[in-house]
């Protein structure tokens, strides 16, 4: 007997970035097909998270479907974002979606930027330090 084996999954996303992702479509004025992730350099610390509604699919997108939501990773983010779970979080002063990914090494001590290496290339980084 054959086993087919399913393609790995590039991000995570946790029951509350769901339900709040789901949230945020259901209160929208115009139809969105999902969100958009990616990186970019800025920030004290050389990278920062991006999102933004994906009101359009760019066939170069990787498209992560989990927990009846949309997700598409910007091409160019892929090795930076693989094996990160996207969460929402909610505290006495702030809520706000956060990636917790295993291929950040740092981050600035505002936390709105980070230091993220490609995937497989953390432990090298981590060694090098």
Do not use: W
């Amino acid at each position: 007997m054959a086993s087919s084996a399913s393609p790995m999954q590039i991000m995570k996303i946790s029951d509350a970035a769901a339900a709040r992702v789901r949230e945020i479509m259901a209160n929208s004025s115009d139809p969105i097909a999902g969100v958009r992730v990616g990186v970019r350099k800025g920030g004290c610390a050389g990278m920062e998270y991006t999102m933004d509604y994906a009101r359009d699919i760019n066939p170069k997108d990787e498209v992560v479907e989990d927990k009846g939501v949309r997700i598409f990773v910007d091409p160019g983010a892929v090795m930076f974002l693989l094996g990160t779970e996207m969460d929402f979080k909610t505290d006495r002063l702030s809520s706000q979606f956060v990636f917790n990914n295993p291929n950040q090494i740092s981050a600035c001590g505002c936390g709105e930027s980070v230091s993220i290496v490609p995937a497989g290339a953390t432990a090298q980084a981590a060694a090098s330090r």
